[in-house]
Each structure stands twice: as structure tokens, then as C-alpha cells.
């Protein structure tokens, strides 16, 4: 079965950048999609980004643009750039299989700050 382990999470400001990674471990990876996907404070977890198996990316319209998701799948990792980030971005952030996920990893928080 899959493992996932999310980090890159910190601290930043209004308009900074954080680089996310998310490292698989175990079967499956390669052949399936992946989503990042985030936790505010007092909200549900939702979708922000997918990946397919081949690459092609899909973003939610609040970080089209902003957002960039990307992998390699002969590291098992898969990264999410994150640019002119927003407090509202703040969260803890996942990744899992998509759309028939694993078991969660712990995630990794950003903050961001105004």
C-alpha cells in the first residue's frame, strides 16, 4: 500500500513562496492521479490541485495561476509551487491518491502571514 509524507510547510509572508513535496513509498503511485489538497482552521479538507499519471494538471480557480503542481514519478514525489501565497492559503496541506485515496499522511502546515 501507499505511504505518503508531505513537507515544505512554513512560515511566510503575503506574496512569498513555499515549495511543497509529497514522497510516496510502496506500490501504486505511478499509476494513479495525485491531489494536494488542504485543511484551514474550522474548515473542511477540500481539493486544490491534481496530477494525472502523465502529467496533466488541474487547479481550483482560487490558486489558477498562483499554483503549479508537478511530479516524478521515478522519485515517487510529487511538488506543489506555491507563489504570491494569501493568508487565506494558510492550512494544513495533504497529498493522497486521487480520486480513490489512502490513508492520510500527517500533511504540513503554511502560514501565511499579512
Known amino acids: 500500500q501507499v505511504q505518503l509524507v508531505e513537507s515544505g510547510g512554513g512560515l511566510v509572508q503575503a506574496g512569498g513562496s513555499l515549495r511543497l513535496s509529497c514522497a510516496a513509498s510502496g506500490s501504486g503511485f505511478s499509476n494513479n492521479a495525485v491531489g494536494w489538497y488542504r485543511q484551514a482552521p474550522g474548515k473542511a479538507r477540500g481539493l486544490v490541485a491534481t496530477?494525472?499519471?502523465?502529467?496533466?494538471?488541474g487547479y481550483i480557480e482560487d490558486v489558477k495561476g498562483r499554483f503549479t503542481i508537478s511530479r516524478d514519478n521515478a522519485k515517487n514525489t510529487v511538488s506543489l509551487q506555491m507563489s504570491s501565497l494569501k493568508p487565506e492559503d494558510t492550512a494544513v496541506y495533504y497529498c493522497?491518491?486521487?480520486?480513490?485515496?489512502?490513508?492520510w499522511g500527517q500533511g504540513t502546515q503554511v502560514t501565511v502571514t499579512s
Open positions: 496530477i494525472t499519471r502523465g502529467g496533466s494538471a
Open positions: 493522497n491518491l486521487h480520486p480513490q485515496g489512502v490513508t
